[in-house]
């Protein structure tokens, strides 16, 4: 029984194999145990994550919020000046045109139209034109309104509104008609500006949000090996 007992105790006494130990010079405690020795399996400590940046417009400083208040009334004068320019541009009485033009509503008609004409100049006044429409409300909306935030809203707001502007036309407006071509290349218009310019805008001025499947799409910490207590 007393031999037993003393087996087990060395079987408990002895460590793992040091690197570049021989076998048989191999220390059988933690005194004769080099200070410079290393285990294959020790684990590495944790390294802590370094601690996000904030965007200047977002700190809480005066001069951060001098700045953002800049930016805001910058927007707001262009999105007033936007709003005369748009208007000038839709709801100005085109009495000339009137036997000219005609409702569309199926879309890719209007744009075949355009690409189909001999003079490339017309052609590019009118789609560009369009486009060049739309391009600053992907920029100003998600300053102006944090809620509108993201390609898809942008996309929306910017159909909705160019939808009324385009059934203000038809409706009241002599010399021109709904065209929901027009929609399409102002959205698009929208899309560039935002793609371009607004969305490090938005994430300039506002913290980003937090969608649904931002649990999936978003990589989880992993986790750090726990040290083992047994050896020093």
Do not use: C, K
């Not at 102002?186 to 969305?199: E, K, P, Q, S």
Request: glycine share 6%; net charge positive; charged share 20%.
């Amino acid at each position: 029984m007393a031999f037993v007992t003393r087996f087990r105790t060395v079987r408990r006494g002895r460590l793992p194999e040091p690197v570049g130990a021989p076998d048989d010079t191999r220390p059988s405690t933690h005194d004769d145990i080099p200070s410079d020795t290393t285990y294959p399996d020790e684990p590495l400590a944790p390294e802590e994550p370094p601690a996000p940046r904030v965007p200047l417009f977002q700190r809480r400083t005066f001069g951060a919020a001098v700045a953002r208040v800049l930016v805001m009334a910058m927007a707001l004068v262009l999105m007033v000046a936007f709003a005369v320019a748009l208007a000038r541009v839709t709801l100005v009485p085109s009495p000339d045109s009137s036997d000219l033009i005609h409702t569309n509503l199926r879309p890719g008609a209007s744009i075949r139209t355009y690409l189909d004409q001999p003079d490339w100049s017309d052609t590019v006044q009118q789609i560009g034109g369009n486009v060049l429409l739309g391009v600053p409300f992907g920029f100003l909306l998600p300053v102006l309104f944090p809620r509108i935030r993201g390609l898809l809203r942008v996309a929306l707001f910017t159909a909705l509104v160019m939808v009324m502007v385009e059934s203000a036309q038809g409706l009241i407006v002599e010399g021109r008609a709904f065209d929901i071509d027009d929609v399409i290349l102002n959205t698009l218009g929208a899309l560039i500006g935002f793609l371009i310019v607004g969305r490090r805008l938005s994430h300039a001025l506002y913290p980003r949000r937090t969608h649904w499947w931002h649990r999936w799409t978003r990589r989880r910490p992993v986790e750090q090996p726990v040290a083992d207590e047994r050896y020093p």
